[in-house]
């Protein structure tokens, strides 16, 4: 199976900061790269397939970047209701696999 | 609309059975293939199981190979996931995901269902 790995595990930030978050797979996956936002008690929501492409709705705040083993999600002014965790997720290949998340606080 | 939600969760003990459902509306169900995806209580995503639009082809995590099995009905445009031999470790919140081109690309998620194993 292939290791999903994020960095950092949490982050604390303040409105209007610029977030970096780090999803590193444990061999190439080419750009079948998803994000995830993830709300206390909520579901997952989609916010990036194909490691760059948003989702229909997504604010463009958010951007991903990347190929291969190493990706980024790049959240450009962070605004309170973007904090949450975040989960990158894998789908090259069987079986899909998730990250561990990256949780973004208010500082 | 475009939803999915489901239903079925709820306390059992170990060794026990539990049928949950999820109900799709607002798309046309048969085109997409359909995935169960658990979180334990402060965990991460765990995918548990896939199946085809047609239902021809379906796909289990090895923690659930053997126990659990994944169907689909389109013309209720349900899908299903019956457990069996539930074990503690099974305890977590269900999601049924839709993927939008392949199999496990999700694009929506219904609100999940809890299934707690414990006597």
């Known amino acids: 199976d292939i290791q999903m790995t994020q960095s950092p595990s949490s982050l604390s930030a303040s409105v209007g900061d610029r977030v970096t978050i780090t999803c590193r797979a444990s061999q190439g996956i080419s750009n079948y790269l998803a994000w995830f936002q993830q709300k206390p008690g909520k579901a997952p929501k989609s916010l990036i397939y194909?490691?760059?492409s948003l989702q229909s709705g997504v604010p463009s705040k958010f951007s991903g970047s990347g190929s291969g083993t190493d990706f980024t999600l790049t959240i450009s002014s962070l605004q309170p209701e973007d904090f949450a965790t975040y989960y990158c997720q894998q789908y090259n290949s069987y079986p899909p696999t998730f990250g561990p998340g990256t949780k973004v606080d208010i500082k | 609309e475009v939803q999915l939600v489901e239903s079925g969760g709820g306390l059992v003990q170990p060794g026990g059975s539990l049928r949950l459902s999820c109900a799709a509306s607002g798309f046309t169900f048969s085109s997409y293939a359909m995935s169960w995806v658990r979180q334990a209580p402060g965990k991460g995503l765990e995918w548990v199981s896939a199946i085809s639009g047609s239902g021809g082809s379906t796909y289990y995590a090895d923690s659930v190979k053997g126990r659990f099995t994944i169907s689909r009905d389109n013309s209720k445009n349900t899908l299903y996931l019956q457990m069996n031999s539930l074990r503690a470790e099974d305890t977590a919140v269900y999601y049924c995901a839709k993927a939008e081109w392949g199999a496990w690309d999700f694009d929506l998620w219904g609100r999940g269902t809890l299934v707690t194993v414990s006597s």
């Open positions: 194909a490691a760059s």
